[in-house]
Every structure is written in structure tokens, then in C-alpha cells.
């Protein structure tokens, strides 16, 4: 193992990912949700597929013996990505970035609830302070306006598709989970990337815009970046253990804040960044405790195949 290479693998699938929800989060403004969540699964294929020849991996690693729960993974996946995409719309890029973190907390939740994972009391404190941070991230968003104001658009209903995208994302992680039984990486990748491409061009019936050269070329960028983003992930693992790597996931924070300093002028507000640090401590402890009981060398096969945005 190399941990240095695997952490900086790391800290660059983390760029690459808060680059794609920049990019989204950019063109948003233009497209329709559905024609983004084409783009950024359709062209995410592209590096995947060539990942997956380089390592001589074709077309064995795209058998699946389990159809039936890629389709349920990519279902739950997909409704994820279209709440966490139209969130950027309404929400600065480090808001909808901190309201992923709430992901790994539900994880921890469905774990014991679902697969009927034995939680201890430590980490069922942990998750319960998490999400203290949570509310506390939320609590700018869902001051002043009424019901019907948040639901026209606005920073409340960012809040609630951003939060009820972290929690798909947590359902989707429970499905990996169970796949990773029988399946591949490469094939639980592949199964949800074609799946939610489906999905998102399903939207083509409610219109989308057609695309000049400029937008064309950023679109494909987005997917690209998110393929090759879930890539740099996967290999990252393999460099490292689960307990030193995975707490990098957080470095998106940084990336967020930057970017959307630099191109969008957004600065975060004390309270966001308050919960975020209040989650990321949770998250990380979490992980520490996961250590410690042994989970995480079972997880460091399923960690790559989790992200679903």
C-alpha cells in the first residue's frame, strides 16, 4: 500500500466531484434537472469503460447475477441525484455540499434498522450530535417566508431537496451494501450509471433545451468529471485503508467553499459552517469507531461504488 498516493487520490476525486456540482450548480440556471442527470451519467461512462478495459476488466466485470437490485439501487440513486442537483439550484455550493454529510449519519441509522448492524451507544451518540448539526445547518434556510414561498423556490426548498438527497444517498449506500454479495465494482458502477442515463432522459418528454457548442462541451465536462471523480475513488481505496482515507471525503468542504468564493461569490454564513463542523466531527468519529470494530475493511470494497451525485 501507498498511503500518500492514496490519499492524494483522494483529495482530487474530491476536487473533481465539487468541480462537477460546480458546473451543475452553473447550469442550472439553463437546463432542466433531468437533461443534467443525463449528461453527467451518459458521459460518466466514458471513463468508466475505459478504466474498466485498462485493467483488462471487459466485459466480465459488467455481468450482474442481481438485475433486479441495480434497478432498486439505481432507482433510490437516482432520486438522490435529481434532489441533490435541483438543490444547487437554490442553495450556495458549500450549503448543498455540508447537507451531503447528513449521508454517512442515515447510513449508520438504516445499518442497524435494515441489515440489523449491532450500533453501539457511541456511535448512535455520535450520529445523534450529527445531526444536531444538521438542523443547525438547516436552521438559516427555514427562517422567515411561509410554506407556500419555500415551496416556489427559495433556499427552503433547496434545503429539503439537498437533505432528502443525502438520505437517497444513504438508501442507495444500504443497497450497495447487499450487492457487493455477488456483484463487481464495476458492474454495480456501470448497472446505476445506465440506469439513472435512462432515467434522466425519460425528462426529454417534459422538454429540455438544446445546447449550444460551449454548453455542449461543459456538459460532457460535468459527466466526465463525475466518472472520472467515482474513479480516482475507487483507486484511492487501494492505496490506503478505509480509516485513513475516507475521512478526506470532507475535504470537499474546502473545495466548496473556494469554488463558490471564486466563481459564484458566495461566502458560507457562521451557522453552516458551525453544522458542518459538528457533522464532520461526528462523521469522522463514526469512521474511527468503525475502525476499531473492524467494519471498514468490509466497507473499503463498497466505499467506491456509493457516491450518487
Same mark, same amino acid.
Given at each position: 500500500?501507498?498511503?500518500?498516493? $492514496?490519499? &492524494?487520490?483522494?483529495?482530487?476525486?474530491?476536487?473533481?466531484?465539487?468541480?462537477?456540482?460546480?458546473?451543475?450548480?452553473?447550469?442550472?440556471?439553463?437546463?432542466?434537472?433531468?437533461?443534467?442527470?443525463?449528461?453527467?451519467?451518459?458521459?460518466?461512462?466514458?471513463?468508466?469503460?475505459?478504466?474498466?478495459?485498462?485493467?483488462?476488466?471487459?466485459?466480465?466485470?459488467?455481468?450482474?447475477?442481481?438485475?433486479?437490485?441495480?434497478?432498486?439501487?439505481?432507482?433510490?440513486?437516482?432520486?438522490?441525484? +435529481?434532489?441533490?442537483?435541483?438543490?444547487?439550484? +437554490?442553495?450556495?455550493?458549500?450549503?448543498?455540499?455540508?447537507? $451531503?454529510?447528513?449521508?454517512?449519519?442515515?447510513?449508520?441509522?438504516?445499518?442497524?434498522?435494515?441489515?440489523?448492524?449491532?450500533?453501539?451507544?457511541?456511535?448512535?451518540?455520535?450520529?445523534?450530535?450529527?445531526?444536531?448539526?444538521?438542523?443547525?445547518?438547516?436552521?438559516?434556510?427555514?427562517?422567515?417566508?411561509?410554506?407556500?414561498?419555500?415551496?416556489?423556490?427559495?433556499?427552503?426548498?433547496?434545503?429539503?431537496?439537498?437533505?432528502?438527497?443525502?438520505?437517497?444517498?444513504?438508501?442507495? &449506500?444500504?443497497?450497495?451494501?447487499?450487492?457487493?454479495?455477488?456483484?463487481?465494482?464495476?458492474?454495480?458502477?456501470?448497472?446505476?450509471?445506465?440506469?439513472?442515463?435512462?432515467?434522466?432522459?425519460?425528462?426529454?418528454?417534459?422538454?429540455?433545451?438544446?445546447?449550444?457548442? #460551449?454548453?455542449?462541451?461543459?456538459?460532457?465536462?460535468?459527466?466526465?468529471?463525475?466518472?472520472?471523480?467515482?474513479?480516482?475513488?475507487?483507486?484511492?481505496?487501494?492505496?490506503?485503508?478505509? &480509516?485513513?482515507?475516507?475521512?478526506?471525503? %470532507?475535504?470537499?468542504?474546502?473545495?466548496?467553499?473556494?469554488?463558490?468564493?471564486?466563481?459564484?461569490?458566495?461566502?458560507?454564513? #457562521?451557522?453552516?459552517?458551525?453544522?458542518?463542523?459538528?457533522?464532520?466531527?461526528?462523521?469522522? %468519529?463514526?469512521?474511527?469507531?468503525?475502525?476499531?470494530?473492524?467494519?471498514?475493511?468490509?466497507?473499503?470494497?463498497?466505499?467506491?461504488?456509493?457516491? &450518487?451525485?
Amino acid at each position: 500500500m501507498s498511503p500518500l498516493l $492514496g490519499i &492524494s487520490l483522494k483529495l482530487i476525486s474530491a476536487l473533481a466531484f465539487t468541480l462537477m456540482s460546480a458546473g451543475i450548480k452553473h447550469m442550472s440556471v439553463r437546463y432542466p434537472t433531468g437533461e443534467l442527470v443525463f449528461f453527467r451519467s451518459f458521459f460518466a461512462l466514458i471513463p468508466l469503460l475505459i478504466w474498466l478495459a485498462w485493467r483488462s476488466e471487459l466485459p466480465s466485470a459488467l455481468k450482474t447475477r442481481n438485475l433486479r437490485g441495480h434497478m432498486k439501487r439505481g432507482v433510490i440513486g437516482s432520486t438522490g441525484m +435529481f434532489c441533490g442537483f435541483a438543490a444547487l439550484q +437554490f442553495l450556495p455550493l458549500s450549503d448543498a455540499v455540508a447537507l $451531503g454529510y447528513a449521508a454517512p449519519l442515515g447510513v449508520v441509522v438504516l445499518a442497524a434498522l435494515v441489515l440489523k448492524e449491532r450500533v453501539r451507544i457511541y456511535r448512535w451518540s455520535a450520529v445523534t450530535i450529527g445531526f444536531l448539526g444538521v438542523l443547525i445547518m438547516l436552521s438559516p434556510h427555514l427562517t422567515g417566508g411561509t410554506l407556500s414561498q419555500g415551496l416556489q423556490g427559495g433556499p427552503a426548498l433547496g434545503a429539503a431537496l439537498g437533505l432528502a438527497g443525502a438520505f437517497c444517498s444513504a438508501f442507495a &449506500s444500504i443497497e450497495v451494501r447487499l450487492l457487493t454479495k455477488t456483484e463487481p465494482t464495476g458492474a454495480i458502477v456501470f448497472y446505476f450509471m445506465l440506469l439513472t442515463s435512462a432515467l434522466g432522459l425519460i425528462t426529454l418528454a417534459f422538454g429540455w433545451r438544446m445546447p449550444d457548442l #460551449t454548453d455542449a462541451a461543459m456538459l460532457v465536462a460535468i459527466g466526465i468529471l463525475g466518472g472520472l471523480g467515482q474513479m480516482l475513488l475507487v483507486q484511492a481505496y487501494r492505496y490506503g485503508d478505509a &480509516s485513513l482515507i475516507a475521512p478526506f471525503e %470532507y475535504s470537499t468542504m474546502i473545495w466548496a467553499v473556494l469554488i463558490g468564493w471564486f466563481i459564484f461569490g458566495e461566502w458560507p454564513v #457562521t451557522t453552516i459552517l458551525i453544522g458542518a463542523a459538528i457533522v464532520i466531527a461526528s462523521g469522522i %468519529y463514526v469512521i474511527l469507531r468503525e475502525q476499531r470494530l473492524g467494519l471498514l475493511k468490509r466497507e473499503q470494497r463498497e466505499i467506491g461504488t456509493t457516491r &450518487s451525485t
